[in-house]
């Protein structure tokens, strides 16, 4: 029975999936590691870590990962795929852009964190890949819960 009891606090600890920090892993396909993520309402910002597991460089299967709202989506893939690498796919200076991380490839690793003040709890927003080709598969789902 006492064992039972100790490992009570991590079962809870580990059943607990919002949060205000998520891991997202990507790897040489165009999948992320988890296709939603659900904020708590209480997090003043959200960081976003960035992993690709893969082996191949940027420029042949990069990924990043850029937060829009679903309205906005498909507009901002559309409009990053013509930034190009070096701009990492994403349009500057536009608004609709919530957060964006850069692109990165095999090996590599990236954070963001940004403020939740602005998100609405009632909104539906979009995170995905804006590199050419992967934001109509790269995608999931971003909610303030
Ligand atoms: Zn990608």
């Known amino acids: 029975m006492k064992r039972l009891w100790t490992l009570f606090p991590l079962l ?3 059943g607990a999936f919002a949060a205000c920090e998520f891991d997202v892993e990507v790897g040489d396909s165009l999948q992320f590691s988890v296709s939603e993520i659900e904020v708590e309402a209480s997090c003043e910002s959200v960081t976003i870590n960035l992993k690709h597991t ?3 460089p940027a420029a042949a ?3 990043n990962w ?3 709202t679903d309205a906005d989506f498909q507009d901002v893939a559309t409009a ?3 930034v190009g690498l070096e701009g990492n796919y994403v349009p500057s200076g536009d608004d609709r852009v919530i957060a964006a991380t ?3 490839g095999g090996g590599e690793s990236t954070s963001i964190s940004f403020p939740t003040g602005d ?3 009632a909104g539906s927003y979009t995170f995905f890949c804006s590199f050419p080709g992967h934001w ?3 995608k999931g789902s971003f909610r303030i819960v």
């Open 12 to 14: 809870l600890a580990n």
């Open 54 to 56: 893969g082996q191949l």
């Open 61 to 63: 299967m990069g990924h």
């Open 66 to 68: 850029v937060l829009t």
């Open 80 to 82: 990053g795929m013509g």
């Open 102 to 104: 850069k692109i990165i």
């Open 119 to 121: 998100l609405d709890a």
């Open 136 to 138: 109509s598969i790269m």
